[in-house]
């Protein structure tokens, strides 16, 4: 099965960096997917990971380290709208799952003034 | 530029009643999805479809069945609801063809079990 750690709850001051873990269990590991959601909408893509290193999408940055079953996700220059949950998420190669899109519990990001 | 569209947007139901949520993709995708989401939970997999006439199981789920006939369409029916199905629901799509393809989601469902 699958299994997906991030911390519950993240807090920063506008302007900061702040950086979201996020350690994963799977069988047939494809791929780290980002996610944000604002108050329970739809969430939205943000950035994915396959190979180890560092995916850049502007602010957000996504890093993943295969051998650490490790990923995090860096948000620059924190902007009051970047207060939402954010959720990782994990793919699968086995053959027929790779529609199977499995997400961790979320972390709460608070941005302050 | 309808994307993933979900109806109803909000229903009360009583125990033991049964109903399918809707789910209709315009985008093609062959990959679409059922999760639910609770308070602190996360979003957690129900079903999911690899294209017409293939459907899997998810993480949770007991309860509720899917169909998958046509690519537009995936229902979620709820068998005979119970008050731990109360949730928000959400469908989601994506194209096959690498993980790398986000995927997309309609704005939910929330379902409420009396």
Known sequence: GQSLEQPSEVTAVEGAIVQINCTYQTSGFYGLSWYQQHDGGAPTFLSYNALDGLEETGRFSSFLSRSDSY?????????????????CAVSSMIYNQGGKLIFGQGTELSVKP | N?????????????????????????????????????????????????????????????????????????????????????????????????????????????????
């Open chain 1, 71 to 87: 990923g995090y996700l860096l948000l620059q220059e924190l902007q009051m709208k970047d207060s939402a949950s954010y959720f």
């Open chain 2, 2 to 114: 309808a994307g993933v569209t979900q109806t109803p947007k909000f229903q009360v139901l009583k125990t033991g009643q049964s109903m399918t949520l809707q789910c209709a993709q315009d985008m093609n995708h062959e990959y679409m999805s059922w999760y639910r989401q609770d308070p602190g939970m996360g979003l957690r997999l129900i079903h999911y479809s690899v294209g017409a006439g293939i459907t899997d199981q998810g993480e949770v789920p007991n309860g509720y069945n899917v169909s998958r006939s046509t690519t537009e369409d995936f229902p979620l029916r709820l068998l005979s609801a119970a008050p731990s199905q109360t949730s928000v629901y959400f469908c989601a799509s994506r194209p096959r063809g690498g993980s790398n393809q986000p995927q997309h989601f309609g704005d939910g469902t929330r379902l409420s079990i009396l």
